[in-house]
């Protein structure tokens, strides 16, 4: 009896395996190419209705979409701060919905659609309205919660799969913003600063370190101004390093608010500059001034860089608190490396 029920278990897992796999390849191999997109579609729909046993079939495709989502997990683990994502698993219910067990994996409770796309669209969404600010969402405003986790998949699906970026405007992002007109402003405020690789190095943090501060404090219901002001700095800062930009004022450099303060240090290339010297120098002006250092390497010279975060981070005055990738340097490239510093002596 034993025996039998195992062989039955066996080869229902045997099932649901060869559907995953199926799966994974036909998005392998249609997945990054958008004018396969309806072949692709009409193929899991023939793939899918040739299994007659519906929960296997809505195990397989859960399946994988946890796949696609835990990669696009794994890659934004390295830009974004420590403990904002983790991995992800589906279930099946009526409504949308998430929650965070205590080790930080998100379960989605996903209610199922005709469209795998949307499917996973959703589930995306889902995942990173319950990721960004952990712990925080009570104390950020919600406009702005959702509009950083709307650009942040809006983001990943263009990079990971630009075929579906119109689908994902058009049914999940559009309902999102028709209820809250001020999202799609702070959506384009975040893009601009995001091809300077500023809205996750920087506003990310400091909004969180500022929703932190703010918790128990006066500043918690004027913490929608402050945010406001934050992004207005990091803006006009970004304008400033743009190429053909002649004026460029000191003071865009650094910020003092109520309860954070913040200086950009922006390492350029190091043939030009011959050493770190200047940067070290720089950095310990700053820590007399700021509180909080953000330092930023080029794409191209991340080693460079590396070695000036080290070097400051050995000196008494800072302490360093992390490293992280960047989508986009200072200059528009991709790639680049970011770290933050906070001074000992603020």
Request: with cysteine; hydrophobic share 40%.
């Amino acid at each position: 009896m034993m025996q039998s029920a195992w062989e039955f278990i066996k080869s229902i897992l045997t099932v649901i395996g060869g559907l995953y796999v199926l799966l994974r390849a036909v998005n392998l191999f249609f997945g990054e190419v958008k004018k396969f997109n309806e072949i692709r579609a009409r193929f899991l729909e023939w793939l899918l209705g040739f299994f007659r046993h519906r929960g296997l079939v809505k195990a397989a495709v859960a399946s994988d979409i946890e796949q696609n989502v835990n990669e696009i997990v794994s890659d934004l683990q390295e830009e974004l701060p420590l403990g904002w994502i983790s991995r992800t698993s589906i279930k099946w219910v009526r409504d949308a919905s998430a929650e965070t067990l205590g080790d930080g994996e998100v379960i989605i409770r996903l209610r199922p659609l005709e469209s795998q796309d949307l499917n996973f669209l959703t589930a995306l969404n889902v995942f990173f309205q319950k990721s960004v600010y952990p712990k925080l969402k009570t104390v950020v405003p919600e406009n702005v919660c959702k509009a950083v986790a709307l650009k942040l998949s809006q983001r990943t699906i263009n990079v990971k799969k630009p075929y579906l970026e119109d689908k994902y405007k058009e049914d999940v992002m559009e309902p999102i913003v028709q209820n809250d007109p001020s999202i799609a402003s702070y959506i384009g405020r975040y893009e601009k600063i995001d091809e300077k690789g500023f809205f996750t190095g920087t506003f990310i943090r400091e909004s969180s370190e500022i929703a932190r501060r703010a918790q128990f404090k006066e500043l918690r219901s004027s913490i929608d101004s402050e945010l406001d002001s934050l992004l207005e700095h990091i803006e006009a800062f970004s304008q400033q390093i743009s190429p053909g930009q002649q004026k460029r004022s000191e003071e865009l450099w650094y910020r003092e608010g109520p309860e954070t303060s913040y200086a950009f240090l922006l390492v350029a290339n190091p043939d030009r500059v011959g050493n770190a010297e200047p940067y070290i120098n720089r950095a310990k002006v700053r820590a007399g001034v700021v509180e909080r250092l953000y330092v930023f390497g080029a794409s191209g010279q991340e080693s460079f860089a590396r070695t000036v975060i080290s070097m400051i981070a050995a000196l008494p005055e800072y302490e360093l608190k992390e490293v992280f990738q960047l989508y986009r340097d200072y200059r528009g490239n991709l790639g680049g490396i970011g770290a933050l510093l906070v001074s000992r002596k603020k």
